[in-house]
């Protein structure tokens, strides 16, 4: 929650949905699709936002790519290179 807390609107679960879904599957979904509609309901409630505020979460902002790095971050990850 401490994570999740500066975040407002549509960001807010959908920060929380990618954080959980790279929890579980040490990656992040490729689409809305992917993530279960249970699992949207759960963590909406969780984070106190409509469960359809994750339909409005932007997969082409600049504000998924921060929440991708502070997630990363979080874990010890980081964005492939060219390198890798």
Do not use: C
């Not at 549509?10 to 279960?36: C, H, I, M, N, Y």
């Not at 997969?59 to 929440?67: E, F, G, L």
């Amino acid at each position: 929650m401490k994570r999740v807390g500066n975040k407002s609107g549509a960001t807010r679960p959908g920060f929380a949905l990618l954080l959980k879904f790279f929890e579980a599957e040490a990656r992040f979904p490729e689409s809305v699709r992917e993530v279960p509609s249970v699992a949207v309901e759960y963590v909406a409630q969780q984070v106190q936002v409509p469960a359809g505020a994750w339909a409005e979460y932007d997969w082409q902002s600049k504000a998924i790519q921060r929440h991708r790095g502070e997630i990363r971050a979080a874990y010890g990850f980081r964005a492939n290179t060219e390198e890798d």
